[in-house]
Nanobody, 124 residues
Framework: QVQLVESGGGLVQAGGSLRLSCAASGRTFSDNAMGWFRQAPGKEREFVATISWNGGSTYYADSVQGRFTISRDNAKNTVNLQMNSLKAEDTAVYYC?????????????????WGQGTQVTVSS
């Protein structure tokens, strides 16, 4: 059974940092693109960042560009999201997702596996 488990969420003050991690089990995702999405209360799930199978390509939402960094460790079957200079508007549940294919995409429907999410709350 494929599982993606996020960790690292929590409460942080504006301007602070958090590092989210996503551990995959049940299969290896070393050949697959992975991504992070988020969903705030009353809003649709939105793209945050994505990374290609080998980490060679990364893409970010305009709202997090320059503040967030996505990375992966294929040996450990993990993907991480380093979040710096956090803002109140970054408050959301953050989801890790994986595709069946190697190329990164920014649309949630292009992802086939999802974690349960981890709450990130940024106080202003």
């Amino acid at each position: 059974q494929v599982q993606l488990v996020e960790s690292g969420g929590g409460l942080v003050q504006a301007g602070g940092s958090l590092r989210l991690s996503c551990a995959a089990s049940g299969r290896t995702f070393s050949d697959n693109a992975m991504g992070w999405f988020r969903q705030a209360p009353g809003k649709e799930r939105e793209f945050v960042a994505t990374i290609s199978w080998n980490g060679g390509s990364t893409y970010y939402a305009d709202s997090v560009q320059g503040r967030f960094t996505i990375s992966r460790d294929n040996a450990k079957n993990t993907v991480n999201l380093q979040m710096n200079s956090l803002k109140a508007e970054d408050t959301a549940v953050y989801y890790c997702a994986a595709r069946r294919f190697s190329n990164p995409m920014i649309v949630p429907d292009e992802y086939h596996y999802w974690g349960q999410g981890t709450q990130v709350t940024v106080s202003s």
